[in-house]
C-alpha cells in the first residue's frame, strides 16, 4: 500500500508570490492534516479535513489555506508568502475521525527568498 | 494552549546502551504516539497508545502511556546506530472539543556511537 505522498518535494518561491501544496493520502484514509515545522517551533497544526470538511484548524494567518476533495486529497494554498514561511509542510493522513493513527508524508520543503 | 515538554532534548551515547526519553504534558491526552524522523524525511509512527496505563513493544522499542494521562515514555534497547535520528512524542486530545490534532514536543536527538 502506497503511502502519503506530497507533491512537490522542493519548492523554491519570491516573497508575496502564493503556493498550493498538494497531499494524496493513503489508499482508504479519509482525515488529512496539515504541520509546518521549522527549526524555531518545531511541528505546528496548521488544519485537518474529513469529508472535504475542515474540522479544525490551528493558530496561523488567513493566508494559509486548505481544502479537501471528494477523493480525500488535499491541498493547501499560502498566499502572500514571507520569509518566514519557509519551512517542511508535512501532510499526514488517518483512517477516521478519532482514530488515533497519523501516518506523514515526506514532506514539502517551502523556500522563500 | 496545550504544551508538551520532551527530554532529554538530545543524547549521545554508545551502540548496545538503552535509552530512555520522556514526555510530560500540562493537559491530559486520550492518545499518545511516538515518531522517528531522519533528516529530509517525514516522522515515522513508531507506536501509538490508546489507554492509561498502557504499555506497548515494537521490537526493540517500548512505550508507556502514564497512568495521569499527562506524559509518556519510549525506552529503545540495545540501540544501533540504525536508531539514529529524532524521536518526537505526540499527544492527541478527546472528542469532545472534536481536536484529532496532534501536539508535538521538542523532540530527542539521538546519536549513536558505533
Known amino acids: 500500500k502506497a503511502g502519503v505522498t506530497q507533491t512537490p518535494r522542493y519548492l523554491i518561491k519570491t516573497r508575496g508570490q502564493q503556493v498550493t501544496l498538494s497531499c494524496s493520502p493513503i489508499?482508504?484514509?479519509?482525515?488529512v492534516s496539515w504541520y509546518q515545522q521549522t527549526p524555531g517551533q518545531g511541528l505546528q497544526f496548521l488544519f485537518e479535513?474529513?469529508?472535504?470538511?475542515?474540522?479544525n484548524k490551528g493558530n496561523f494567518p488567513g493566508r494559509f489555506s486548505g481544502r479537501q476533495f471528494s477523493n480525500s486529497r488535499s491541498e493547501m494554498n499560502v498566499s502572500t508568502l514571507e520569509l518566514g514561511d519557509s519551512a517542511l509542510y508535512l501532510c499526514?493522513?488517518?483512517?477516521?475521525?478519532?482514530?488515533?493513527?497519523?501516518?506523514f508524508g515526506q514532506g514539502t520543503r517551502l523556500t522563500v527568498v | 494552549g496545550q504544551q508538551l515538554n520532551q527530554s532529554p532534548q538530545s543524547m549521545f551515547i554508545q551502540e548496545g546502551e538503552d535509552v530512555s526519553m520522556n514526555c510530560t504534558s500540562s493537559s491530559i491526552f486520550n492518545t499518545w504516539l511516538w515518531y522517528k524522523q531522519d533528516p529530509g524525511e517525514g516522522p515515522v509512527l513508531l507506536i501509538a497508545?490508546?489507554?492509561?496505563?498502557e504499555l506497548t513493544s515494537n521490537g526493540r522499542l517500548t512505550a508507556q502511556f502514564g497512568i495521569t494521562r499527562k506524559d509518556s515514555f519510549l525506552n529503545i534497547s540495545a540501540s544501533i546506530p540504525s536508531d539514529v535520528g529524532i524521536y518526537f512524542c505526540?499527544?492527541?486530545?478527546?472528542?469532545?472539543?472534536?481536536?484529532?490534532?496532534?501536539?508535538f514536543g521538542k523532540g530527542t536527538l539521538l546519536t549513536v556511537n558505533p
Open positions: 499526514a493522513s488517518s483512517l477516521a475521525v478519532g482514530q488515533g493513527k497519523w501516518f
Open positions: 505526540a499527544g492527541q486530545g478527546n472528542s469532545g472539543g472534536s481536536n484529532y490534532k496532534l501536539t
Open positions: 489508499s482508504g484514509h479519509r482525515s
Open positions: 479535513y474529513f469529508s472535504e470538511t475542515q474540522r
Open positions: 497508545l490508546y489507554k492509561a496505563g
